[in-house]
């Protein structure tokens, strides 16, 4: 009986031990931090490593490490003036000038990009990320056999890289080995998922052989990936447009520009369609969008005019013509479009000369008729047409009509 009770008594202790324990755990628990998206780290970083060269500016590796936050940022101008400033302080740095060629790849600076790779080449820079950019560049130097030699180099020391997989396989389709280009960039994505161009480049071989469906899969596994991306979902609707579906790629153009409102090509595709179903009112809307977000696109007036003019506004379809000649001369068919709606307005013709948009009405030609030859009856003789001798035809008397 005492032995129960001293393993009830023991079994009370280390409930309220636990209890206790619990309680300080929770009044010693650090609140989680708050969850950062890739930008807003990046934008943390870049905040810090300004404070720190503005406490020390002579720090090279600092203006290193911000050029490479500017790269992910995408301001290519800031991170090759900080990559620049951190080649001066330490001249013949080999990651320096590797990412003074990746910025300038970025800026489709592709000759002095690939100088600078191979400069930290030479410097013994290493690295299989080296190796895969100057295939890249290579290729796009069109020394489709030089790419292949540095994407090789790059396989003997990372086989698993997913842009080496994805070099390669733009390779083989500019070899035009499209059933090799296909399955390395899928096993690029399949080893980085976060690798962008591999969905885009993936996608635009398989629309090109009309491989839609397929094309569909990988821009779905993209969105999966990238949500909310409004590039993948205007590939999307690009997609369905390109298979006919008009409908389902109108209804991701509407879906992108949700995303991103102030993307005019969004708005464009889905005027095209508007346009192209005769709903010229709501057209009209999908451009009037995209000609307040960007002013100075001629396209955008050029679409204006025409839909101006299908809903019989000539006035309205003559001015937003008249824009986009303004803007680009050189456009024919906005200059075909304005003379024909100028015509119509005019009740003439008109041509459009580089001095003037307004341009001048023609006039006509006289016509000039030519006098009719007459006869003359006094030097040519004029035989008259005599009637023909009667003929005299027998009858046979015999022969007696008879009527019934």
Same mark, same amino acid.
């Given at each position: ?73 995408? *301001? @290519?101008? +800031? &991170?090759?003036?900080? !990559? #620049?400033? %951190?080649?001066?302080? =330490? $001249? ?84 035009? *080995? @499209?059933? +090799? &280009?296909?399955?390395? !960039? #899928?096993? %690029?994505?399949?080893? =980085? $998922? ?88 709501? &057209? ?5 969008? %995209? ?114």
């Amino acid at each position: 009986m005492q032995k129960q009770f001293q393993l009830y008594i023991l079994l009370i202790v280390t409930v309220l031990l636990a209890a206790c324990g619990q309680g300080n755990r929770e009044r010693s628990k650090i609140p989680p931090t708050q969850f950062q998206t890739e930008s807003e780290m990046n934008e943390a970083a870049e905040v810090a490593l300004t404070e720190a060269i503005r406490s020390n500016p002579s720090v090279a590796e600092n203006y290193y490490k911000r050029a490479g936050i500017y790269l992910k940022l995408n *301001d @290519t101008e +800031s &991170a090759l003036e900080d !990559i #620049n400033r %951190a080649d001066q302080l =330490k $001249p013949n740095v080999g990651k320096y000038l590797f990412t003074k060629a990746l910025i300038l790849r970025r800026m489709k600076k592709i000759d002095e990009a690939f100088s600078f790779a191979q400069s930290a080449e030479i410097l013994n820079f290493d690295t299989p990320e080296l190796y895969t950019l100057l295939g890249d560049l290579a290729q796009q130097r069109n020394d489709l056999a030089g790419a292949e030699k540095y994407l090789a180099k790059s396989m003997q020391t990372a086989p698993f890289d997913g842009e080496t997989h994805f070099y390669r396989g733009t390779l083989a389709a500019r070899k035009g *080995d @499209t059933v +090799s &280009a296909i399955a390395l !960039i #899928n096993k %690029a994505i399949e080893i =980085k $998922p976060s690798f962008r161009e591999g969905y885009t480049k993936l996608t635009d071989i398989l629309q090109s052989y009309r491989m839609y469906d397929s094309a569909l899969v990988v821009n779905q596994k993209a969105i999966a990936e990238f949500k909310n991306n409004a590039d993948f979902i205007v590939e999307r609707g690009l997609t369905y447009f390109k298979k006919g579906w008009l409908d389902s790629a109108l209804v991701n153009y509407e879906r992108a520009a949700r995303v991103d409102p102030r993307r005019t090509d969004v708005l464009l595709y889905a005027g095209a369609i508007y346009y192209r179903w005769r709903s010229y009112e709501r &057209a009209l809307e999908n451009y009037q969008k %995209a000609a307040g977000i960007n002013r100075d696109l001629p396209k955008v007036y050029f679409l204006l005019g025409l839909t101006y003019e299908q809903l019989g506004n000539l006035q309205e379809a003559e001015s937003a013509l008249k824009e986009a000649v303004e803007k680009n001369p050189s456009d024919e068919q906005a200059i075909v479009a304005l003379n024909r709606v100028s015509g119509r307005l005019n009740f003439g013709y008109r041509n459009y000369s580089d001095n003037d948009v307004v341009v001048k009405k023609q006039t006509p030609k006289p016509v000039v008729e030519e006098p009719r030859k007459l006869l003359d009856t006094a030097r040519v003789k004029v035989n008259t047409i005599k009637p023909k001798a009667k003929v005299n035809v027998k009858t046979d008397s015999l022969k007696k009509i008879r009527f019934r």
